[in-house]
């Protein structure tokens, strides 16, 4: 599903490559966690994965096909397959729980009766049935955090990407979130997700991936934070 | 529904930041008018051009002691000349009647001219009038003639003023083109930037570029349509106001302004202000929202 081949990408004027020759491969329906200090380029791997950055060297394959190549005029229907979520949530503050989900499905060209139809299906998903049409500031962190799932995951993506989605959020509702991510995984959804959340890394015993300095120090089946 | 919403997020963009809009607006249609203007100057004096050179005609005044036989041979050289389409001969008689015919309003000017003050001449129509030099220089040499005048370098004075006018004109829309292509470019980007939230989300989950980017270049569009169509008004109402009114007189020298080409302007204008609007707010947005 995931394949980084000899990944390098140094950004402009920085001293050292934010990833060093990093090879990787992902299956689909796979749940991994990226983990490692801040600045060791765990992001970078989001950002690849998104087209957002290109790499320096090396070849990124998602979804088997080649990113790194790939027209900027297709870039947008590539992204299309990847759902994502953030640790600042990134709705929109002035369109309620409903209308930041539609939003998503809308401007990729489903119509309202699509929305009316699948936009509650999933926000129940998510547990927050009765809370469709609260405005952002009406929520909790955990609250808004599951709006933002529901809109990553709305179009059915083959991939979940979560950079710290655990970040802004206390223990507890971490815990919630990642049962949310579980659920997801288990529809067959590969989920990659980047944290430092030892805590969360330790309970779920999924596979981690650890970096350090751009490389891959570790890499473990049923991992924890270590 | 897609359409319904990129027009509805053009209003919104419109009003949300009116004064800048309304500056766009203006600016656009200053220079729209300007432009519209050069371009009507320069039909009309391509019209005037083909009228009058058609009547032009070339005078050779003949000195005071020509004799018989110069006067035979001059006529002569322009009967026979192939450049000259048709000749007619004018005496001192028929040249103070019509003198004093065009000064029938002053007297005392016409008093003042004697019978033998104006000199005898030949009018030469040309085929055609460019060849007005070799002409001339063919005439020139003979005996008796004082002087061989074209009236087209008198037009062509006139010609020159209209060309400065719609020059000036022309330069007066270029400066106020770059000033409303630079509000058009501030105004997107100010519009970018209030919808950075929306933009972030539909980047994020994978709206087409055009989608994201059209309400921004309707929203240019539309502004330089407005433009365009008050400039197309003041143009018509200041060709309404100054030729059909205050400067009737002019209409002697003036051939008329044809409606038609006025109307031509609405389309030529509109164009112009869409197409130029739409590639300065594209332009922007290649800078502002990268993908």
Known sequence: MIQLENVTKTYPKASRPSLDDVSVGIEKGEFVFFIGPSGSGKSTIIKLLLHEVSPTRGKVMVNAKDVTTLRSWKVPHFRRSIGCVFQDFRLLPNRTAYENVAFALEVIGKTKAVARRVVPEVLELVGLGGKEHRYPHELSGGEQQRVAVARAFVNRPLILLADEPTGNLDPDTSIEIMRLLDRINRTGTTVVMVTHDSNIVNQMRRRVIEIESGRIVRDQARGVYG | ?291
Do not use: H
């Open chain 2, 1 to 291: 529904m897609r359409l319904k919403y990129v027009l509805n997020e053009v209003l919104v963009g419109l009003w949300r930041n009116v004064t800048m809009t309304v500056a766009m607006i203006i600016t656009m249609s200053v220079s729209l008018t300007m432009l519209g203007a050069s371009v009507l100057l320069y039909l009309q004096v391509d019209q005037m051009k083909s009228y009058y050179y058609g009547n032009i005609e070339v005078s050779i005044f003949l000195r005071s002691d020509v004799t018989e036989a110069q006067r035979q041979a001059i006529d002569q050289a322009i009967s026979s000349n192939p450049l000259v389409a048709e000749r007619t001969y004018e005496t001192r008689e028929e040249a103070l009647k019509r003198f004093q015919e065009l000064w029938k309003d002053s007297p005392e000017f016409v008093k003042s001219v004697g019978p033998n003050s104006l000199p005898e001449s030949f009018r030469v129509k040309l085929k055609n009038p460019e060849e007005y030099k070799t002409f001339a220089d063919q005439i020139q040499g003979l005996q008796g003639i004082q002087d061989v005048i074209d009236q087209r370098t008198l037009l062509e004075k006139v010609f020159n003023i209209f060309n400065a006018i719609q020059v000036g004109a022309l330069v007066v829309a270029g400066v106020m083109a770059l000033a409303a292509l630079l509000l058009v470019g501030n105004t997107i980007q100010v519009a970018a930037y209030s919808k950075r939230r929306e933009v972030a989300v539909m980047k994020l989950v994978g709206a087409s570029n055009w989608f994201i980017q059209a309400p921004f270049v309707l929203e240019a569009v539309v502004a330089g349509l407005i433009g365009a169509i008050l400039g197309f008004i003041a143009l018509f109402v200041s060709k309404v106001v100054l030729f059909d009114n205050k400067l009737q007189a002019l209409t002697n020298i003036l051939t008329p302004i044809d409606n038609g080409n006025v109307w031509l302007m609405l389309p030529l204008l509109a164009g112009v202000g869409a197409v130029v609007s739409a590639v300065t707010a594209w332009v922007t947005l290649r800078f502002y929202l990268k993908v």
